[in-house]
């Protein structure tokens, strides 16, 4: 049935009961998602989501709302799985060393780029908890790990040394490694940061291996030390 604007005032009624914000405050999340082109049939659940979101976390429900709308719309998943998306955003800020809002920011800062490398939503949202949970920054960490998914796809697309490298760290045959990025990306990610980790335990030279592939700049060499070194953190997150 599709949604009425009676729908919404008796939505906003119901939820001024059931959570703690006033009509006012959900009345302004609600016109802020009709703003952001979400559908009307959604509306609500998106509304009441972030309203939870913002009472529980320490992000406010109207940053919660321009920030998933935007997010939902990069990686195409529409505005109807929001609820789910955002429980699972407060169960990784609650089981990692980071909070809400890092999460969300390091996650639009990955948005397009994993979407492109074929990661799901929550692939993102876990790739972002794990990231950020070691203190990697939003800004500089989100470039640089949109670069390295980039690089990876490209060195997947176009076989060659840089695959054979790739694949050597992460322990499979390069045509192990593509088989892999294109069936589920997290996978060959989460080997490959495994990979790094193990050679870092071994105490051999990981800069000159990252070189080849084109990965050795600062920023994201620095990122992808520091997630090898806490790779478990990404399986776990996913």
């Given at each position: 049935?599709?949604?009425?604007?009676?729908?919404?005032?008796?939505?906003?009624?119901?939820?001024?009961?059931?959570?703690?914000?006033?009509?006012?405050?959900?009345?302004?999340?609600m016109?802020?998602?009709?703003?952001?082109?979400?559908?009307?049939?959604?509306?609500?659940?998106?509304?009441?989501?972030?309203?939870?979101?913002?009472?529980?976390?320490?992000?406010?429900?109207?940053?919660?709302?321009?920030?998933?709308?935007?997010?939902?719309?990069?990686?195409?998943?529409?505005?109807?799985?929001?609820?789910?998306?955002?429980?699972?955003?407060?169960?990784?800020?609650?089981?990692?060393?980071?909070?809400?809002?890092?999460?969300?920011?390091?996650?639009?800062?990955?948005?397009?780029?994993?979407?492109?490398?074929?990661?799901?939503?929550?692939?993102?949202?876990?790739?972002?908890?794990?990231?950020?949970?070691?203190?990697?920054?939003?800004?500089?960490?989100?470039?640089?790990?949109?670069?390295?998914?980039?690089?990876?796809?490209?060195?997947?697309?176009?076989?060659?040394?840089?695959?054979?490298?790739?694949?050597?760290?992460?322990?499979?045959?390069?045509?192990?490694?593509?088989?892999?990025?294109?069936?589920?990306?997290?996978?060959?990610?989460?080997?490959?940061?495994?990979?790094?980790?193990?050679?870092?335990?071994?105490?051999?030279?990981?800069?000159?291996?990252l070189?080849d592939?084109?990965m050795?700049?600062?920023?994201?060499?620095?990122?992808?030390?520091?997630?090898?070194?806490?790779?478990?953190?990404v399986?776990?997150?996913?």
């Amino acid at each position: 049935a599709t949604t009425t604007y009676k729908d919404l005032e008796e939505g906003i009624k119901k939820m001024s009961t059931t959570t703690a914000s006033s009509k006012e405050e959900i009345a302004a999340v609600m016109e802020a998602a009709g703003q952001l082109g979400v559908p009307t049939d959604d509306i609500l659940r998106f509304t009441e989501t972030m309203i939870k979101l913002g009472d529980t976390t320490n992000v406010t429900a109207e940053e919660a709302a321009v920030a998933l709308a935007k997010f939902v719309n990069v990686t195409g998943d529409g505005t109807g799985n929001v609820d789910k998306l955002g429980a699972s955003i407060v169960a990784l800020g609650n089981n990692f060393a980071t909070d809400e809002r890092s999460i969300i920011d390091m996650s639009q800062r990955l948005a397009a780029a994993g979407k492109i490398s074929g990661l799901t939503s929550t692939d993102i949202l876990a790739l972002a908890a794990s990231m950020s949970s070691v203190g990697i920054e939003a800004e500089a960490g989100g470039t640089a790990m949109s670069q390295t998914l980039t690089s990876i796809s490209k060195a997947v697309a176009e076989p060659g040394e840089k695959l054979n490298e790739l694949a050597k760290i992460s322990g499979m045959t390069a045509d192990e490694f593509a088989a892999k990025w294109k069936e589920k990306p997290i996978d060959a990610l989460q080997a490959f940061l495994k990979g790094l980790g193990d050679m870092n335990d071994q105490g051999q030279d990981t800069y000159s291996v990252l070189d080849d592939p084109g990965m050795s700049g600062i920023r994201q060499y620095n990122m992808l030390q520091s997630l090898a070194l806490a790779n478990e953190n990404v399986a776990k997150a996913v």
